[in-house]
Structures are given as structure tokens and as C-alpha cells.
């Protein structure tokens, strides 16, 4: 089973909500990814979680707040976003975040703020 | 980071094969080449990866050249559901960090 889990599939906010984006997966895997893809664009990496520390953020606005509770978890919470915030977000996983290990995506969320 | 250069879009009848290419030349030694593809709006689906030699599986055969500098994917028998962006990575060998390229856009026709 390579199956990521994404909730919501589709959100809807305002710039003054809150809000938050879930990820999960059962595979055993240690590493966990949070992507953003603007439409017609290719996905770009925000964050990597290893073994459930933060260990890359690719200088990503505070207003994204990540969070990795468990192995199998990861959120990503949203406050005061600005309407090009609007996008996919993709969660991927992977074993470990070696180079030769494979990232499986989920879905995605896609978000739009208004 | 090693960049990734691929035609923008690509056609092909079904049934036939697909040959995707991809263009890597400032690849590392240890850097490994990885084959997404992104069907509309969905999430990006694993596809195959290499590092020096050729590799195949039930989707699709992976040729790598021997200089690594670039790289084909062949998709043997091309179906309409094979159409999607087709993405060719190079693996950052220090953090496993996935930069995406611009893709190839492939159209599958009846």
C-alpha cells in the first residue's frame, strides 16, 4: 500500500481564518514533505520533516506553520494567508529522506483564499 | 542544484511507444534521476528511477546514458490514460530534496 491521505480536498478561506491541512500516512515512512503548486506551475518543496523534526524549510512565509504530532501525521496550519496563497498543496512521504528514497504524494488539498 | 531540461509537450498515437527525454548534464556522480507524472489535477504518481543503469517496471523502461548527462523514458505501449505532465528529477544527493522542471506535457491520441 503506497497511499497518502490528504483532508480536506478542497478548502476555502478568508485572509483572517484559520485553518489547518492534514496529512497521513500508514506506511511506516519516516519522512514527510508538505509541496505548494500554483496552477500550470510545477510543485515547489516547502518543508521536509525527518523522523518528526523539521528539517528543511525552503524560507516559507510564517503564515505556514507546519507540524509533524506523530510518524504518520503531518498538518500544515494557515493563518492570515494573502489570495496568491491559492493552490494545491501536495503531502508526500517517504521512507527516509535519503536521496534514493521514493516520495509517494498524496492528492492534495486545494485551497483557495479569498 | 542539477537542472532538468525537457520539451515542453509531446505527442503520441496509442499504442505506440512513448520516449520521453531529459536532459541533465551538470548531474553528480551520486544524484539520481526520477521519473513523476501529474495527471490533471491529481497528485504527482511515481514512475521509475535510476542512477547508472538502465531500470524497467510494470509502467515504463528508464535508459540513462553512460555519460548520465541525460535520459529517456519509454512508456511501451502508450494509452489515453497515460496522458499527463510528465516530470524528469534529479535527486539532490545531500538532503533527497525533489526540484520539479517545467515537464513534458503528453498528449496520447486515438
Known amino acids: 500500500d503506497t497511499e497518502v491521505t490528504q483532508t480536506p480536498k478542497h478548502l476555502v478561506m478568508g485572509m483572517t481564518n484559520k485553518k489547518s491541512l492534514k496529512c497521513e500516512q500508514h506506511?511506516?515512512?519516516?519522512?514527510m514533505y508538505w509541496y505548494k503548486q500554483k496552477a500550470k506551475k510545477p510543485p515547489e518543496l516547502m518543508f521536509v520533516?525527518?523522523?518528526?523534526?523539521?528539517?528543511i524549510n525552503e524560507s516559507v512565509p510564517s503564515r505556514f506553520s507546519p507540524e509533524c504530532p506523530n510518524s504518520s501525521l503531518l498538518n500544515l496550519h494557515l493563518h492570515a494567508l494573502q489570495p496568491e496563497d491559492s493552490a494545491l498543496y501536495l503531502c508526500?512521504?517517504?521512507?527516509?529522506?535519503?536521496?534514493?528514497?521514493?516520495?509517494?504524494f498524496g492528492p492534495g488539498t486545494r485551497l483557495l483564499v479569498l | 542544484d542539477a537542472k532538468t531540461t525537457q520539451p515542453p509537450s509531446m505527442d503520441c498515437a496509442e499504442g505506440r511507444a512513448a520516449n520521453l527525454p531529459c536532459n541533465h548534464s551538470?548531474?553528480?556522480?551520486?544524484?539520481?534521476v526520477y521519473w513523476y507524472r501529474q495527471i490533471h489535477s491529481q497528485g504527482p504518481q511515481y514512475i521509475i528511477h535510476?542512477?547508472?543503469n538502465n531500470e524497467t517496471n510494470e509502467m515504463a523502461s528508464l535508459i540513462i546514458t553512460e555519460d548520465r548527462k541525460s535520459s529517456t523514458l519509454i512508456l511501451p505501449h502508450a494509452t489515453l490514460r497515460d496522458t499527463a505532465v510528465y516530470y524528469c528529477?534529479?535527486?539532490?544527493?545531500?538532503?533527497?530534496?525533489?526540484?520539479f522542471g517545467q515537464g513534458t506535457t503528453l498528449q496520447v491520441k486515438p
Open positions: 508526500a512521504s517517504s521512507q527516509g529522506a535519503q536521496t534514493q528514497e521514493t516520495q509517494y
Open positions: 506506511m511506516g515512512h519516516r519522512a
Open positions: 520533516y525527518s523522523y518528526e523534526k523539521l528539517s
Open positions: 551538470t548531474i553528480s556522480g551520486n544524484e539520481y
Open positions: 535510476g542512477l547508472k
Open positions: 528529477i534529479v535527486r539532490r544527493s545531500n538532503t533527497g530534496k525533489l526540484i
